[in-house]
């Protein structure tokens, strides 16, 4: 009997334990629901003078929007697949207003540059006038605004605010100054610029070819590039207009006086000889006055050949000299925003300095001649 009671005392024991145990996790437990059930209530209370909705509401109308968004990306990126802006392939550009060419530029625009930023300013600010709306005949397939639709304005303002989610190339203050294929598809016809029939659209296809940044429309450098492209064998026939005409006198004037044998191309020994007749109304940039006789700067018209002949080696024909001139000067006065009228981005003065009167590096080549020569005669 009395090894029965040793076994029994423990079990009991053991019992009387547990129960104690779970009395106490049970205990803690519903201190810990109680505290947290006491933090909400305040959190709550705070809710309500800070915020003008419950949580719950607040939480519930963003995921309902961030649905929504999601959804409009997806039907947008559906709706223009195949038409969908993208970034043109840009290999053909060249550095056409850079390197060696920029001294030969730099010469020219004392004669050549008002005109031509004139044709610049005129060629993009009227082409801006057309009406860039929708109309029976026409609608923009780039335009990824509208897809975004007017149901729920507020819904609507906050997509307009994140069209990076359609075109990752969305810059509003490019895009808002850009002109559209709706301004295209009117101005293109109306001033006789060069239109292939068998195309489906040929404001979309314009738009594609010269869309650097690839956002669905044409800022003022994609624009210009365009002009002179696009209409480059047209330049100077008076079929067109808007076509760089007062520009295009004077350059094409330029190149009859240099080709002397009257053999329609100009080399760079053309370029050199006769261009020293020029009659500028500046002695600055004068790429002849140090090089001359020296032949020092002969980089320049060779390069500015180099970059711009495709029909004959080593010569220019007329259409390819006026492209030269206007890419170079379109490469150095344009940029995504502006039509630029300082010399912001053509560097001169990298390139001369004494109130632009003196060549940099012919001065230094130079010098260093004249060392050379005092190292010999010693």
């Not at 929708?134 to 609507?156: A, V």
């Amino acid at each position: 009997m009395k090894i029965l009671q040793k076994p029994l005392c423990l079990f009991i024991f053991v019992l009387i334990l547990n129960n104690y145990l779970f009395s106490v996790q049970n205990s803690k437990l519903i201190s810990k629901t109680t505290l947290k059930s006491t933090s909400q209530q305040d959190m709550e209370k705070l809710w309500q003078g800070l915020f003008h909705s419950s949580r719950g509401q607040s939480c519930k109308a963003a995921q309902i929007n961030r649905k929504a968004l999601a959804a409009i990306k997806a039907e947008a990126l559906e709706a223009v697949k195949g038409t969908r802006a993208k970034k043109g392939k840009f290999a053909w550009v060249d550095d056409w207003g850079y390197g060696k060419t920029a001294y030969l530029l730099d010469f020219l625009d004392d004669v050549l540059l008002d005109d031509v930023l004139k044709e610049f300013g005129k060629i993009y600010n009227d082409m801006r006038a057309f009406d860039s709306q929708d109309n029976q005949n026409y609608k923009d397939p780039f335009d990824f605004k509208k897809l975004l639709g007017q149901e729920d304005k507020s819904l609507s303002k906050k997509a307009l605010q994140n069209l990076k989610l359609i075109n990752k190339n969305y810059d509003p203050e490019i895009y808002n100054t850009s002109i559209n294929a709706v301004q295209l598809h009117k101005g293109m016809p109306e001033w006789k610029w060069a239109i292939d029939l068998g195309l489906k659209d040929y404001a979309a296809s314009f738009i594609k070819k010269y869309d650097m940044n690839g956002d669905g429309r044409l800022n003022p450098r994609e624009m210009i590039l365009g002009a002179i492209d696009h209409n480059k064998h047209l330049f100077g026939s008076e079929i067109c207009n808007h076509c760089f005409e007062h520009a295009v006198k004077k350059i094409d004037a330029i190149f009859t006086y240099i080709d002397c044998n009257n053999d329609g191309i100009v080399t760079a020994e053309d370029l050199w000889n006769n261009l020293t007749k020029l009659k500028r109304a500046s002695s600055e940039f004068n790429i002849f006055a140090l090089g001359k006789n020296e032949g020092i700067r002969t980089d320049c018209v060779n390069d500015f050949i180099l970059k711009n002949n495709k029909m004959t080696y080593g010569a220019l024909n007329k259409v390819e000299f006026r492209n030269g001139i206007l890419l170079g000067m379109w490469d150095r006065q344009t940029n995504y925003y502006r039509i630029l009228d300082d010399g912001s981005r053509a560097l001169k003065d990298l390139r001369w300095q004494d109130d632009y009167a003196i060549d940099i590096k012919v001065k230094d080549y130079l010098k260093e001649i004249m060392i050379r020569d005092m190292k010999k005669k010693n």
